[in-house]
């Protein structure tokens, strides 16, 4: 059994690839990538990567039943345009 690795901090592509996997356990790289280059746009994400996350949850490297899942906050910018929308 390999190292048991601490839970990537919140934040980092680690942490949502691994949220990503907790919630989707079969989540494949191209459902992945726009996310994560969304939010890390000078980030070399490659399919390769999902593999060796799914490697090391496999292995045991990370747990993901300790994992917390990855909730986003509302942006300010998403909660005024919630609060300005027209109700019917």
Known sequence: MSK??????AGTIGHM????LKTNPNVK??????AILEKFPESA???????W???QVRTGA?????APVQ??????AK??????????
């Open 17 to 20: 690839v691994l949220c990503a």
């Open 62 to 66: 990370y747990n993901l039943d300790e």
């Open 53 to 55: 996350y799914r490697h």
């Open 45 to 51: 994400w490659n399919p390769a990567h999902l593999a």
């Open 29 to 34: 790289s191209d459902e992945l990538a726009p």
């Open 4 to 9: 048991v690795r601490r839970f990537p901090k």
């Open 71 to 76: 909730v986003e906050k509302p942006t300010r």
């Open 79 to 88: 909660r005024r345009a919630k609060k300005e929308a027209p109700t019917e």
